[in-house]
């Protein structure tokens, strides 16, 4: 079979990962490797009186102890942002230094204040422990909204009232205003999106190695993006030639965003290590984890939406409170801002939007990108707005979202559609995705069903959620416009070996989706050879040109177009190698099934046998270059523009409050895809993440800034029998500006699920009078309470 794209193959690295194969950073051993423990501060907001590390200094296996003073004294930077976001009157975003350790006070519980460095990890955890600090507890404040109010503590001496930014997007305020005080009917809504955790299968570990003989540095990390990881650290922190620094990202055992970033750790072992000689490697443990790993959305936000008297949409106004945490995070003001305003057109015509924001710091673990970043947000506030106000309009809400969808558009016999949002969507059919998500949910029926059942006092609830979410990032030019600090294109080198195997090297990064089946599959396909003679390379900045990484389902729309870059060039290389050995004319060659065929004969060679020519160039085109080597860029013309449909079916029990997930149905529309089998595994798992925050996740900060759950103990994780198979389904509205047509599925599933999820809980309490919202997780006992208070 060389016909690969939209097969179902099973992954080929899944092997190694089922046998116990995968190497990941924490099974590295390198000879004389020391190990480091983080001291970190037990409090929110405290001033650092006094360190006294004697005690630890001289226990027996300890070999050095490093302070946040140590740190500031040897002129290293602190871990820089990558995005700038301005006031709206044009002053730059307060931006305070993020060290490695700090050395005045701490800003948030997991603050970084030592290092121990000693033979084990064991020795230097208890050396830790011997660590004696004098603490003076400052007050704190946790919630970005209180942040904000006079006579709060400030995080920051030179952020004012906790301000980061102010930011707003859309129409003029005046023309939101107006629209609104003419409509018919305006549906209010106050809510918070609350804090999740990322809670990726494998921690973060990190292995600085200094090689004294060549005088260059590796770092090994649990990092989704090595490259952009190499560059901060070498030009931001520690201030080393990039040529002497190697950053790889072995196997990396998920990752949903926060192994994007670069961490304070990544340049602390490196720091360590050339100042000791010798690898040394740091893993968080879990509970460290819930603490430092970034963590995602924490909105408190206002929505109004205006509707006439037919329901047609007339204004959106929105203010919201983003919590950025106590530090700048490496894409941190881009998530609130160009990811989540620029969304919150969602599906509708809304002709009138205004989305006014302020970024706010406060003494907690910094907040970015979490599995879908922004775009989950946005699509929380529209799909419950369009709910509650269904409910007050005594309307359908199914047929109130038909009755204001965009209409359908290919973005090639017609422009694509612009948004008031600053956005201009591809392609889309989103009556579509609807109407086949009402079809298997059989809605009619269900909600005779559901009547008959309110009869015999069962509780049962129908939410509905659309959703459209924006990945592949926009080309270079505009996000650097929009404060991005770094090019968002993506590298594919594709080199074709003197046998005719293949060798591809990318620098996206797989941390669980499945790129070295796909990026395979896709070579495979376009070359006309077996799979098996495919290879993926991807993760060392050695081995790799300068890439991007891989978070916001950009992987195949931006780094699967690079490498079909380079299969062209390959295919027309090939073509001059076969039309000299042919004795035909170049353009009367065609390729296709792995060979070079002259138009209208059976004349022909193989894709093999061109591939050893290309290396034994004795009988070759005057001219032409041997070798079959080629690099390419992608710089996308556009963001991808994937939508779907979701619709959940719940019960709730009127004795406990316990909501049971009976049916989930999925329509997405994600454009081409090249592995249904992978493309349905990533709808699975954003699924799960997105009903995880509806009924079960959500961090607690207590009001000094204390994260009280902080464990498996007490952060509720979704497990397989809290969910239902899934039902899921697609349509295919083609990417009208890549080479494949591909949109993006990695978050679809985490963006439609959580609203579809609370929807169909307030339906099912619709009994009980309950119209506005209640505060996510839908836990039994908020559910509870609601129904009894």
């Given amino acids: 079979m060389t016909n690969y794209i939209g097969k179902a193959v099973k992954r080929v690295e899944d092997k190694r990962f089922l046998t116990g194969k995968g190497r990941y950073t924490d099974d590295i051993v390198l000879p004389g490797m020391l190990h480091a423990y983080i001291v970190r501060s037990p409090y929110a907001h405290a001033k650092i009186i006094s360190i006294d590390t004697s005690a630890a200094e001289a226990m027996e296996g300890v070999v050095k102890v490093y302070?946040?003073?140590?740190?500031?004294?040897?002129?290293?930077?602190?871990?820089?942002?990558?995005?700038?976001?301005?006031?709206?009157?044009?002053?730059?975003?307060?931006?305070?230094?993020?060290?490695?350790?700090?050395?005045?006070?701490?800003?948030?519980?997991?603050?970084?204040?030592?290092?121990?460095?000693?033979?084990?990890?064991?020795?230097?955890?208890?050396?830790g422990d011997a660590i004696e600090i004098e603490w003076e507890e400052l007050p704190a404040v946790a919630h970005a909204k209180k942040a904000t109010e006079a006579g709060q503590p400030l995080v920051h001496d030179d952020a004012p009232n906790n301000l980061c930014f102010d930011w707003e997007l859309g129409n003029p305020k005046e023309e939101v205003d107006k629209a609104l005080s003419h409509a018919h009917h305006v549906t209010t809504l106050e809510f918070t999106n609350q804090r999740v955790i990322p809670n990726a299968m494998e921690p973060r570990s990190a292995i600085g190695h200094f090689?004294?003989?060549?005088?260059?540095?590796?770092?090994?990390?649990?990092?989704?993006?090595?490259?952009?990881?190499?560059?901060?650290?070498?030009?931001?922190?520690?201030?080393?030639?990039?040529?002497?620094?190697?950053?790889?990202?072995?196997?990396?055992?998920?990752?949903?965003?926060?192994?994007?970033?670069?961490?304070?750790?990544?340049?602390?072992?490196?720091?360590?290590?050339?100042?000791?000689?010798?690898?040394?490697?740091?893993?968080?443990?879990?509970?460290?984890?819930?603490?430092?790993?970034?963590?995602?959305?924490?909105?408190?936000?206002?929505?109004?939406?205006?509707?006439?008297?037919?329901?047609?949409?007339?204004?959106?106004?929105?203010?919201?409170?983003?919590?950025?945490?106590?530090y700048l995070s490496t894409f941190a003001p881009a998530v609130p801002t160009w990811l989540h305003g620029t969304l919150l057109q969602g599906l509708y015509t809304t002709p009138k939007i205004h989305i006014d924001l302020c970024g706010v710091f406060t003494h907690t673990t910094p907040v970015d990108a979490y599995r879908g970043a922004g775009r989950p947000e946005a699509t929380y506030l529209l799909e419950r707005m369009m709910d509650v106000a269904a409910l007050e309009m005594e309307m359908d809400p199914a047929e109130l979202r038909v009755?204001?969808?965009?209409?359908?558009?290919?973005?090639?016999?017609?422009?694509?559609?612009?948004?008031?949002?600053?956005?201009?969507?591809?392609?889309?059919?989103?009556?579509?995705?609807?109407?086949?998500?009402?079809?298997?949910?059989?809605?009619?029926?269900?909600?005779?069903?559901?009547?008959?059942?309110?009869?015999?006092?069962?509780?049962?609830?129908?939410?509905?959620?659309?959703?459209?979410?924006?990945?592949?990032?926009?080309?270079?030019?505009?996000?650097?416009a929009l404060g991005a600090r770094a090019g968002l294109y993506e590298v594919g080198q594709v080199r074709v070996q003197p046998t005719g195997k293949v060798s591809v090297y990318t620098g996206a990064?797989?941390?669980?989706?499945?790129?070295?089946?796909?990026?395979?599959?896709?070579?495979?396909?376009?070359?006309?050879?077996?799979?098996?003679?495919?290879?993926?390379?991807?993760?060392?900045?050695?081995?790799?040109?300068?890439?991007?990484?891989?978070?916001?389902?950009?992987?195949?729309?931006?780094?699967?177009?690079?490498?079909?870059?380079?299969?062209?060039?390959?295919?027309?290389?090939?073509?001059?190698?076969?039309?000299?050995?042919?004795?035909?004319?170049?353009?009367?060659?065609?390729?296709?099934?792995?060979?070079?065929?002259?138009?209208?004969?059976?004349?022909?060679?193989?894709?093999?046998?061109?591939?050893?020519?290309?290396?034994?160039?004795?009988?070759?085109?005057?001219?032409?270059?041997p070798g079959m080597d080629f690099s390419?860029?992608?710089?996308?013309?556009?963001?991808?523009?994937?939508?779907?449909?979701?619709?959940?079916?719940?019960?709730?029990?009127?004795?406990?409050?316990?909501?049971?997930?009976?049916?989930?149905?999925?329509?997405?529309?994600?454009?081409?895809?090249?592995?249904?089998?992978?493309?349905?595994?990533?709808?699975?798992?954003?699924?799960?993440?997105?009903?995880?925050?509806?009924?079960?996740?959500?961090?607690?900060?207590?009001?000094?800034?204390?994260?009280?759950?902080?464990?498996?103990?007490?952060?509720?994780?979704?497990?397989?029998?809290?969910?239902?198979?899934?039902e899921i389904d697609r349509t295919v509205t083609p990417c009208p500006h890549n080479p494949l047509g591909v949109k993006g599925a990695g978050e679809a599933g985490c963006i439609g699920s959580t609203p579809a999820v609370v929807n169909a809980v307030m339906d099912a309490l619709r009994p009980f009078g309950i119209k506005k919202d209640l505060e996510m997780p839908l836990t039994p006992e908020r559910v509870w309470r609601a129904m009894h208070s």
């Fill in 403 to 480: 009755k204001n969808f965009i209409p359908p558009f290919d973005g090639v016999n017609e422009p694509g559609y612009q948004t008031q949002v600053a956005l201009q969507y591809d392609s889309g059919d989103y009556h579509a995705v609807l109407k086949r998500a009402l079809e298997m949910v059989g809605y009619d029926d269900f909600r005779k069903e559901q009547a008959e059942a309110r009869k015999q006092g069962k509780l049962l609830g129908i939410g509905f959620s659309t959703y459209i979410e924006a990945c592949g990032i926009a080309p270079s030019a505009v996000v650097g």
């Fill in 509 to 625: 990064h797989s941390h669980g989706q499945g790129h070295e089946t796909t990026f395979a599959q896709v070579v495979a396909d376009r070359l006309g050879i077996p799979l098996d003679d495919v290879e993926i390379v991807h993760g060392d900045s050695e081995s790799v040109a300068f890439g991007m990484g891989t978070y916001g389902s950009r992987s195949l729309a931006v780094g699967g177009s690079a490498i079909v870059k380079s299969l062209d060039k390959i295919i027309d290389k090939g073509a001059k190698i076969a039309a000299h050995k042919l004795e035909a004319a170049e353009e009367d060659l065609e390729f296709a099934d792995g060979k070079w065929t002259v138009k209208g004969t059976d004349k022909s060679i193989a894709f093999g046998d061109i591939a050893l020519t290309a290396y034994v160039p004795h009988d070759y085109p005057e001219g032409l270059e």
């Fill in 211 to 326: 090689d004294e003989s060549t005088d260059k540095y590796t770092l090994y990390t649990t990092s989704q993006n090595p490259h952009l990881t190499r560059l901060l650290l070498c030009a931001f922190v520690l201030g080393i030639p990039e040529h002497r620094v190697r950053v790889v990202a072995p196997d990396v055992g998920g990752g949903f965003g926060s192994k994007i970033f670069h961490y304070a750790e990544e340049a602390l072992m490196i720091w360590c290590s050339q100042r000791l000689k010798v690898p040394i490697k740091w893993t968080s443990d879990r509970s460290e984890a819930f603490m430092t790993d970034a963590h995602g959305r924490d909105h408190v936000t206002k929505a109004e939406m205006g509707f006439d008297k037919e329901g047609h949409i007339v204004g959106l106004r929105i203010n919201t409170h983003a919590n950025l945490g106590a």
């Fill in 67 to 127: 302070t946040g003073k140590d740190i500031a004294d040897s002129g290293v930077g602190g871990v820089p942002c990558g995005w700038q976001i301005n006031f709206k009157n044009g002053d730059p975003m307060k931006e305070p230094p993020h060290p490695l350790l700090v050395a005045d006070k701490a800003r948030y519980m997991g603050d970084g204040v030592a290092v121990v460095i000693a033979d084990t990890r064991e020795i230097a955890r208890d050396a």
């Fill in 632 to 726: 390419s860029f992608y710089d996308p013309a556009n963001f991808t523009y994937p939508y779907g449909a979701h619709i959940a079916v719940v019960e709730v029990d009127q004795d406990t409050g316990q909501t049971k997930l009976k049916r989930f149905i999925a329509v997405d529309d994600v454009g081409n895809v090249i592995n249904p089998m992978i493309v349905d595994g990533q709808i699975h798992g954003g699924l799960a993440q997105g009903i995880g925050q509806a009924l079960f996740e959500g961090a607690m900060y207590d009001e000094n800034g204390q994260l009280i759950n902080g464990s498996y103990m007490d952060y509720t994780m979704p497990r397989a029998d809290d969910l239902p198979s899934f």
